[in-house]
């Protein structure tokens, strides 16, 4: 099963969710969870409300996707905010999606602290408005003491700029003389992107039916498992039934990392 169709299972959802729960907290968990919210606009189109209005529904499933993350001790949640394509938006949606992220961090960021919860950045913050910069780095300042949950926001985040800057940086060190490119391994690398310490994701999320990573952490998913929601699940549909679900899917799936499975090749 490669696109979740739950969404027909809507109406018993309510009395399942604990049960789910109960499965999903049972089994081994993804470390690290990654997601491309998409389908915020067409959320709103559906409606015949502005696009903002879909943002701002998006604001509201992330909170409870972060709660749930958190309730399951997992470690680490990637969240894709805003890519280095999203400036060709109109300037209107661009400002308004800058501003819901300011007032989504002046608003949580005291909740978020008091919750254990890790606030970090990954993408080119100088490329980013003053006050969204300033009101970033203060949320990670605040929260950096924190070990329960890690929340990366992937804000004007572009994979390609990254592994470029990477290389970058790799040649500047190497004629410097800081590093020796004949000891480069995957490792050294990795320690160059903005992921830095930050373990590869297990799980990739991205609904709205786009099957597309969109410039989104393409050296780091090398082995990640991919789902991607049934098309009229849209981000601000991403509710907590759903997110269990495809955890569960992410559960049943086989790891192989270029391998066989245990006990395949006895014969
Ligand atoms: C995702 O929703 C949010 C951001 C890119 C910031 P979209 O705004 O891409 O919604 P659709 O894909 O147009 O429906
Ligand atoms: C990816 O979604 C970026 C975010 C969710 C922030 P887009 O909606 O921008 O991606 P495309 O344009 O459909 O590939
Ligand atoms: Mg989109």
Redesign the pocket.
Known sequence: MGIIGFLKNKGSKGSKVKEIMADVSAKQLPRHVAII?????????KRRLP?IA??RQ?VEALREIIKITSELDIRYLTL????TE?WR?PRD?VNA?MSLLVEYLQKEVDELDRNGVRINMLGDIEGLPDEVSAEILSAVNKTKHNDKLQVNIALNYGSRAEILNAVKSIVRDAVEGTIDINNMDDTLFARYLYTREIPDPDLLIRT?G?FRLSNFLLYQMAYTELIFTDKDI??PDFDRYTYLKTIQEYQNRRRRYGGIDAGEGET
């Open positions: 919210m998409d389908g915020n606009g067409r959320w709103a189109q696009r879909g943002h998006g894709y905010a805003f890519s999203n938006r949606e999606l709205s786009e849209y981000w």
